[in-house]
């Protein structure tokens, strides 16, 4: 599985930012899919997930209320909808994949596919 993120950008504190990522290869439907997301100088943090059934979606509490994840398995495509976005959310976003399987959506480790990062720049 190879993945292409893209949509970021450099964008105003409050603007909203949608980010794209296409999958190729087979079985889209059967993998998880994730958002992640590293600022300078930071590690990695989980950011988003949605399994591959669509019953479990999952929000870091720094996003809950202002990012919303969706797939769309006909396209290959997972996005993340990004509102109300601040400073803070300023980092290089990565999507991930991994085969569907139960629990510890949010740990970067059991994601096997990564796509290259788009840069998410929020000015105050």
């Known amino acids: 599985v190879q993945l292409q993120a893209c949509g970021g950008g450099l964008v105003e504190d409050g603007d909203s930012l949608r980010l794209s990522c296409v999958a190729s290869g087979r079985a889209f439907s059967r993998y998880d899919m994730g958002w992640f997301r590293q600022a300078p100088g930071k590690e990695r943090e989980f950011v988003a997930s949605?399994?591959?059934?669509?019953?479990?979606?999952r929000y870091a509490d720094s996003v809950k209320g202002r990012f919303f994840i969706s797939r769309n398995n006909a396209n290959n495509s997972v996005d993340l909808q990004m509102n109300s976005l601040k400073p803070e959310d300023t980092a290089v976003y990565y999507c991930?994949?991994?085969?569907?399987?139960?629990?510890?959506?949010?740990?970067?480790?059991?994601?096997?596919?990564w796509g290259q990062g788009t840069l998410v720049t929020v000015s105050s």
């Open positions: 949605i399994n591959w059934t669509i019953d479990s979606i």
């Open positions: 991930a994949a991994r085969v569907g399987r139960l629990g510890n959506y949010g740990l970067g480790f059991t994601y096997k596919y």
